[in-house]
């Protein structure tokens, strides 16, 4: 089988207290997996690690066999993008130079006209090219996230992170930015790997799953493997109810079980 | 990713309007600083005619330009002299002082994602006020002789601003922490430096304040090529870092994420910025304002790039330093109003206009 990223032994923690605790995970090329779990499970710990935001305590992290963690930082972010939970900025820029920031690994200090042209391109694929004068600051959050995509696409790297990237839109922007990520994948463009915490949205369009409890994988493979109600009784503490709409699994939250400790 | 973009490109030639808009908009950056470059070339010739000696503005231009061409113009000799070693001197130290604030203000302010950081952000002000207030009480010197004052102010400015880098360094290098050393770093060298006024002598005491008010009296020929080979050091320096600066202002996260070492590239700004500042600062005294506003006001008219930005905030902190100083001369001559008064006199309530002319609530974007 192929491998687009690998994942051994992660361990991370701050001071004493492990957030993750042995990861391991492979995921094929042009495939898009999402890491689910509770709030504190270590899934944005992860996605961070797998970007050196972070830096694990030890396990590797390989990526077409090369070691991440001993690469330069260029080259990582020639490899792999990140798209993270959106915030407002102390100096905004407008968007375009907001995007324009993606193309750094790959320019010196003067962007040519290439570059710009990258950005446009981006911009009108994700049909935001008329806000491209607009302040990032008093965009929508739709259009904020779009935004913080286009940056990470104009990066032109094979592996896409996502830390939480539905998580402030509506229903109808959370399906625009879902099918925009689907499609570059089923373009073979990307490999995407995203935090998530909307289940439902997670089973309708990964290719697989993994599922988090406390720094630990529970369960990974395809949705409907994943999305059973011992694991989400088991990971979440709440008895669910799994139906199928077009082959596709969802949940529906049912009850709480015994005290589950928030995070 | 690559061949997929390049398939979607569609290079008609022809640009849409939001294009149209980002292409003016760089025209608009340009044509900005090279305004307020011919603005200050102007000002130049205005001041060097203000005082005590009648000169005209040509008679300014043709003393200047005889240095250059060795004499194509006839000026009358004594008012070459005036201009070339008075009136002239002290417009080159404001343009570079008020360059030199600017640009770390906008770079300092960038790393330390703050609009509230200056150059004196890191204590570099109150260091250098309490090394010329050890010589001047103490007699106290690390480099003796006629640069006893300034040697004192550029150890000190350096060596507190130093102390928080090293101290950011060691223990991971965040903005908020060196905010907080900052200040906490200013408080105790103004408590020292207030010490030694308590039991200064009056004559101490003149020396101490008249410095603390900055002046760029003190800036002569001497001093210049000093200053200069800093500036062609470390302006082109901050100036290679734009792009980086630009990511910073997303946050350490997403910096990284860009490739960007987000902690390197703060200890490198801070490191030069701070050469520069002590520089200037230990020549011309502290006119700390202008490092303050000057990106502010550069960053309302041309907007968030640091490769336009930079440059900008020097250009406009040279402009505001030079016409403020030309007021204080003038305004009650024979009397001089230092230029560190007369910049806030004059900067605060334009500064204050600009907050409320602007229709955004957060007035630095």
């Keep these: ?263 | 990713m690559a061949t997929e973009v390049r398939r979607r490109s569609s290079r008609t030639g022809k640009l849409s309007a939001t294009q149209e808009a980002y292409k003016k908009f760089i025209f608009r950056k340009t044509a900005f600083m090279s305004t307020i470059l011919l603005l200050i070339i102007l000002l130049t010739g205005v001041i060097i005619t203000l005082g005590p000696l009648d000169i005209t503005v040509t008679e300014a231009y043709c003393a200047l330009l005889n240095k250059i061409f060795s004499n194509c113009f006839t000026v009358d000799d004594l008012a070459e002299q005036v201009i070339w070693n008075i009136r002239f001197p002290r417009i080159i130290g404001g343009v570079m002082a008020g360059f030199g604030f600017g640009v770390c203000g906008c770079v300092m302010q960038a790393v330390l994602k703050n609009p509230l950081a200056s150059p004196f952000t890191l204590g570099i002000s109150s260091g250098a006020q309490f090394g010329i207030a050890l010589a001047a009480v103490l007699g106290v010197s690390v480099i003796g002789g006629p640069y006893l004052l300034i040697g004192n102010a550029f150890v000190f400015a350096l060596l507190c601003s130093g102390f928080i880098i090293a101290l950011a360094t060691i223990k991971g290098a965040t903005s908020e922490t060196m905010i907080l050393a900052g200040i906490a770093v200013n408080y105790l060298f103004t408590a020292l430096s207030q010490l030694f006024k308590y039991f200064a002598s009056d004559e101490q005491l003149r020396l101490m304040t008249s410095w603390g008010m900055g002046d760029l009296a003190a800036f002569t020929w001497e001093r210049f090529p000093v200053i200069l080979t800093v500036f062609v050091i470390c302006v082109p320096l901050l100036m290679l870092k734009a792009w980086d600066l630009n990511i910073m202002t997303a946050g350490d996260e997403t910096a990284k994420s860009i490739g960007v070492d987000a902690n390197n590239v703060r200890t490198f700004i801070m490191v030069i910025s701070s050469l520069l500042v002590a520089t200037v600062v230990c020549f011309t005294g502290t006119i700390g304002f202008i490092g303050l506003v000057a990106p502010h006001m550069a960053r309302m008219i041309i907007g968030g790039d640091h490769r336009f930005l930079i440059p900008a905030s020097g250009i406009l902190g040279a402009f505001v330093l030079i016409s403020a100083d030309a007021i204080g001369m003038n305004i009650i001559a024979p009397t001089i109003i230092p230029t560190g008064i007369m910049t806030s006199l004059i900067g605060v309530p334009f500064f204050i206009y600009l907050i409320l002319k602007g229709k955004r609530r957060e007035f630095w974007t």
């Design chain 1, 1 to 263: 089988m192929m491998i687009k990223l690998q994942a051994k032994d992660i361990v991370f923690s701050y001071n004493s207290s492990p957030i993750l605790n042995n990861v391991n995970f492979d995921i094929p090329p042009s495939k898009l997996v999402s890491i689910v779990g509770p709030n504190g499970s270590g899934k944005s710990t992860l996605i961070k690690c797998i970007d050196r935001i972070l830096a694990p305590q030890s396990g590797s992290i390989l990526i077409d066999r090369k070691e991440v963690t001993k690469m330069k930082r260029m080259d990582v972010a020639r490899n792999i993008a990140y798209v993270p939970q959106n915030s407002l900025r102390i100096f905004p820029n407008n968007v375009v130079d907001t995007v324009l920031m993606g193309r750094r690994p790959h320019l010196g200090w003067l962007s040519s006209d290439d570059d710009e042209e990258k950005v446009w391109e981006v911009l009108r694929m994700l049909g935001i090219e008329d806000l491209g004068m607009s302040n990032f600051n008093e965009l929508s959050g739709g259009q904020q996230q779009k935004a913080l995509l286009a940056r990470a696409l104009v990066q032109e790297a094979d592996v896409l992170l996502l830390d939480e990237p539905t998580s402030n839109l509506d229903i109808w922007h959370q399906l625009d930015v879902m099918n925009i990520i689907r499609n570059l994948v089923n373009k073979k463009v990307i490999t995407a790997l995203m935090a998530v915490h909307d289940l439902n949205l997670a089973s309708r369009y990964s290719d697989r799953m993994i599922m988090m409890k406390k720094g630990k994988i529970v369960a990974a493979g395809e949705p409907s493997y994943v999305l059973t109600p011992e694991n989400i009784k088991s990971v979440y503490n709440v008895e669910a109810a799994v139906r199928r709409q077009s082959e596709t699994p969802y949940i529906i939250p049912l009850k709480q079980v015994a005290m589950g400790r928030k995070g």
